[in-house]
């Protein structure tokens, strides 16, 4: 059945994932996290449909995702420092619907859109720390309408994003955020984008050079009255 799986999946090695897909075949539904690093290459060996979840994908040498055919995400879904991994998908656009938690881009140098992903309809947060290719609004475009459900907002040591302008295909109108924190862009001027936002409750803006001291009115004014 579909529920023919372990609690968690680690996979470093290819002979990892083999062992893992001969024990549990029909491994549809997992109930908590796929973590894939290292040398674990061959995704089409799984039948994942949904991950409930954390999914992981870190410390891997792979130029594209084509192989992955998970739909939904009940946890966050992290890619960590893939050096080779592009924007450029062979077969079109990825199943993945949804990302209950966090999605968060880290450490990848080549990739410039989220192309891949024209699918995904919501996520539960969003992460970008130390990406030097996304930095506009154009390489979020595929997320035009994408709703931003909370969580947190972590934008991090990325040098050429200027504007969050970037974050204007999501949608996030009236949505109170657990944290918003951005840090270390030193071409960083204008943060306006995130007026629409309800509430923060934990804002930190710190080491962005460009920015003005009073760059939101709302925000001045809560700072000016607690």
Not at 69 to 83: A, R, V
Not at 84 to 106: H, K
Not at 138 to 146: H, L, Q, R, V, Y
Request: aromatic fraction near 8%; charge should be negative.
């Amino acid at each position: 059945t579909g529920n023919d799986c372990p609690q968690n999946i680690t996979v470093t090695t290819n002979q990892d994932i083999i062992d893992i897909t001969t024990a549990y075949p029909n491994c549809v539904d997992l109930p908590g996290n796929l973590t894939v690093t290292d040398d674990a290459t061959q995704l089409f060996r799984f039948s994942l449909k949904n991950v409930a979840g954390n999914v992981v994908f870190q410390n891997l040498n792979y130029s594209d995702f084509d192989q992955l055919e998970i739909e939904t995400i009940g946890g966050n879904f992290e890619i960590i420092s893939l050096p080779n991994l592009i924007s450029t998908f062979a077969n079109g656009p990825l199943p993945l619907q949804s990302v209950g938690g966090t999605f968060r881009m880290q450490n990848l140098q080549s990739v410039e859109n989220v192309a891949a992903f024209q699918n995904v309809t919501s996520i539960g947060g969003f992460w970008i720390i130390a990406c030097d290719q996304l930095n506009e609004a154009d390489d979020f475009s595929a997320w035009d309408g994408t709703v931003l459900t909370g969580g947190r907002i972590i934008l991090d040591s990325n040098p050429a994003i200027e504007s969050l302008d970037l974050l204007s295909p999501l949608e996030f109108n009236g949505v109170t955020f657990d944290r918003i924190q951005l840090l270390a862009m030193p071409l960083l001027e204008d943060i306006s984008t995130l007026e629409i936002a309800a509430a923060v409750d934990t804002l930190i803006i710190a080491a962005n050079p460009n920015l003005a001291d009073c760059a939101i009115a709302p925000i001045c004014a809560a700072i000016a009255n607690p």
